[in-house]
């Protein structure tokens, strides 16, 4: 089993609608991220959780919030749906330390009509 | 200016060749540097992490200058399955957030 997952892999929606995206991972790592991914630019950083008691915003989180309900898991809302929130999303988690790896789960490719 | 910067390519390489491709990042105070690789909309997963004396890990050999501000790849005796987008990756905090270049192309042809 992917030791990062995310569901649901696809989703369409409509302007307006909210939407949550999950994940879920069995690696043990305190710290959870929500990246997303448009094409000609890299990753950016939607918000980050530290461990389940600690959230931050990374650089692009307006229009998006996010829970941390459990070690192992961190889900990203979109509150009220956008087009230009069309894009793939990655969660991803790490040990902590400035030096680790980050894994990444399958992403999720979310289109806003 | 973007903090980390990438020529997209691709990077049209046969089989057996040597290709090589830098990356620029902005902020000095960057802490630790990494190449990752992103086949075709599929999660970016670690390729090497670059150190500062350059390192190799087969095929593929990693350095970085610090003071021009770029780190570089270069990939040996190409292989088909080579073919992805390899992200330049940076640490700019001290806690370890990563910023992304996005990526540069290579196809590895027969």
Same mark, same amino acid.
């Given at each position: 089993?992917?030791?990062?997952?995310?569901?649901?892999? !696809?989703?369409?929606?409509?302007?307006?609608?909210?939407?949550?995206?999950?994940?879920?991972?069995?690696?043990?790592?305190?710290?959870? +991220?929500?990246?997303?991914?448009?094409?000609? &630019?890299? *990753?950016? &950083?939607?918000?980050?959780?530290?461990?389940?008691?600690?959230?931050?915003?990374?650089?692009?989180?307006?229009?998006?919030?996010?829970?941390?309900? @459990?070690?192992?898991?961190?889900?990203?809302? &979109?509150?009220?749906?956008?087009?230009?929130?069309?894009?793939?999303?990655?969660? @991803?988690?790490?040990?902590?330390?400035?030096?680790?790896?980050?894994?990444?789960?399958?992403?999720?490719?979310?289109?806003?009509? | 200016? /973007?903090?980390?910067?990438?020529?997209?390519?691709?990077? !049209?390489?046969?089989?057996?060749?040597?290709?090589?491709?830098?990356?620029?990042?902005?902020?000095?105070?960057?802490?630790?540097?990494?190449?990752?690789?992103?086949?075709?909309?599929?999660?970016?997963?670690?390729?090497?992490?670059? +150190?500062?004396?350059?390192?190799?890990?087969?095929?593929?050999?990693?350095?970085?200058?610090?003071?021009?501000?770029?780190?570089?790849? *270069?990939?040996?005796?190409?292989?088909?399955?080579?073919?992805?987008?390899?992200?330049?990756?940076?640490?700019?905090?001290?806690?370890? /957030? &990563?910023?992304?270049?996005?990526?540069?192309?290579?196809?590895?042809?027969?």
């Amino acid at each position: 089993d992917a030791d990062v997952t995310q569901t649901p892999r !696809n989703r369409i929606t409509k302007t307006g609608k909210r939407i949550m995206l999950e994940c879920s991972q069995t690696k043990g790592h305190d710290r959870m +991220y929500w990246y997303r991914q448009d094409p000609g &630019l890299g *990753l950016r &950083l939607i918000y980050y959780s530290f461990d389940v008691k600690d959230i931050n915003k990374g650089e692009i989180s307006d229009g998006y919030s996010v829970s941390r309900q @459990a070690q192992a898991k961190f889900s990203l809302s &979109l509150e009220s749906a956008i087009p230009n929130q069309t894009a793939l999303y990655f969660c @991803a988690t790490s040990e902590v330390g400035a030096y680790n790896e980050q894994f990444f789960g399958p992403g999720t490719r979310l289109t806003v009509l | 200016r /973007k903090e980390v910067e990438q020529d997209p390519g691709p990077f !049209n390489v046969p089989e057996g060749a040597t290709v090589a491709f830098n990356c620029t990042y902005s902020n000095s105070a960057s802490q630790s540097f990494f190449w990752y690789r992103q086949d075709c909309r599929k999660e970016p997963k670690l390729l090497m992490s670059v +150190y500062s004396s350059g390192n190799e890990d087969g095929r593929f050999t990693a350095q970085l200058n610090r003071a021009s501000q770029y780190i570089s790849l *270069l990939i040996r005796d190409s292989k088909l399955s080579d073919s992805a987008t390899y992200l330049c990756v940076v640490n700019i905090a001290s806690w370890g /957030k &990563l910023q992304f270049g996005a990526g540069t192309q290579v196809v590895v042809t027969p």
